[in-house]
């Protein structure tokens, strides 16, 4: 089953027999098979007829919403799901402050091993770069992990070891031209921070749409605190996977030149870039707003979804799958394990 990524801005996909088809001006750029399909991602401006929404609807094509440069805005959603016992484990369980906290561990103790497996695979893999004492802090920093005696020490040390490694991975890039000190989000100042932006969104996209499907209430978590409209649930569970999935992409991108900086545009007036994706958060006029390219932007994606289709063995159940069902498959585990059928959540580790 095929994701499709639909980039081309003013296109309309309509409903012709049991096909989808992507037209701009009358032609048709694209012809999508609906039981190939599992999952449309639209970006910006792209129309969908109504004949083309009841389709998706009636096929259970699962359908996201980006804006133009890759910001997550939502999806459409169908019947919701039927796993009501489900949910109703997850609200019991997740109001015990203990069970949370405990839940919180096993995420961050996973996420650290990921970050530190990075930094390992740097330092064998690149000479000279000597990141010891970065891989022996984040090793430090994971030992308090288990007796963190509540969720705000926990996040301080997930932070705190999110800082050291990004002062340790910035060390990985072998490209000229291709400079990165720290991790900028809001806007990213530099290409490698756009395109860790990008992958994280295309991230919690995949993850949003296997909580969706498994059955759980994105919007209860543990580790990350409940706000209203934050889905604290998929932000969570793509915590192990950021790592493992994002940064080792970024890295080959970069180092292997798919990309380079001629695909990025920096805008020197940061409000310009923010006209598609509209925000209330202010931004320091020193900072400079990168983005992908058009071709950029499809490049990345090609390389994104070959990540995702990537086959590596499980964990847990031993059998080689695509990251994307592993993706799937650490979900039905997190739902045993809330269920109390396992008796601890294991992320995924990186091999």
Request: net charge positive; hydrophobic share 40%; proline share 5%.
């Amino acid at each position: 089953m095929a994701v499709a990524y639909i980039v081309e801005q003013n296109a309309s996909i309509t409903k012709e027999g049991e096909r989808l088809l992507v037209k701009k001006d009358k032609t048709v750029l694209h012809t999508l098979h609906a039981f190939k399909i599992e999952q449309i991602v639209l970006f910006g401006n792209v129309l969908l007829t109504p004949a083309a929404i009841s389709y998706i609807l009636k096929m259970g094509i699962d359908t996201a919403f980006m804006s133009k440069n890759g910001r997550y805005r939502g999806r459409l959603q169908g019947p919701y799901s039927k796993n009501i016992t489900l949910r109703q484990q997850q609200f019991a369980r997740m109001e015990n402050p203990e069970f949370c906290l405990t839940t919180a561990r096993f995420i961050v103790e996973g996420k650290i091993n990921n970050l530190r497996s990075v930094l390992l695979r740097l330092n064998r893999s690149k000479k000279g770069i000597n990141l010891d004492d970065r891989i022996l802090q984040i090793k430090a920093l994971n030992r308090k992990v288990k007796d963190a005696p509540d969720l705000d020490v926990l996040r301080g040390l997930e932070g705190r070891a999110a800082v050291v490694y990004f002062e340790g991975f910035a060390k990985g890039f072998l490209a000229e031209g291709v400079a990165f000190t720290k991790r900028t989000r809001r806007p990213p100042t530099d290409p490698v921070n756009a395109l860790l932006s990008l992958g994280y969104t295309f991230l919690l996209n995949e993850v949003m749409g296997a909580v969706n499907m498994i059955g759980f209430d994105p919007y209860l978590g543990s580790l990350h605190a409940l706000e209203y409209g934050r889905p604290s649930l998929p932000l969570d569970l793509m915590e192990e996977w950021r790592p493992l999935i994002v940064d080792t992409l970024v890295l080959s991108i970069f180092n292997l030149k798919v990309l380079t900086t001629d695909d990025f545009t920096i805008y020197k007036d940061p409000v310009e870039m923010l006209e598609e994706d509209a925000t209330d958060e202010s931004i320091p006029s020193d900072l400079l707003p990168v983005k992908l390219t058009n071709d950029g932007m499809r490049k990345f994606i090609t390389q994104f979804e070959r990540k995702m289709g990537q086959k590596v063995k499980h964990h847990l159940t031993g059998q080689h799958f695509t990251y994307r069902d592993c993706i799937r498959e650490q979900i039905r585990h997190f739902a045993r394990y809330l269920r109390g059928e396992e008796p601890a959540y294991q992320p995924m580790p990186l091999r």
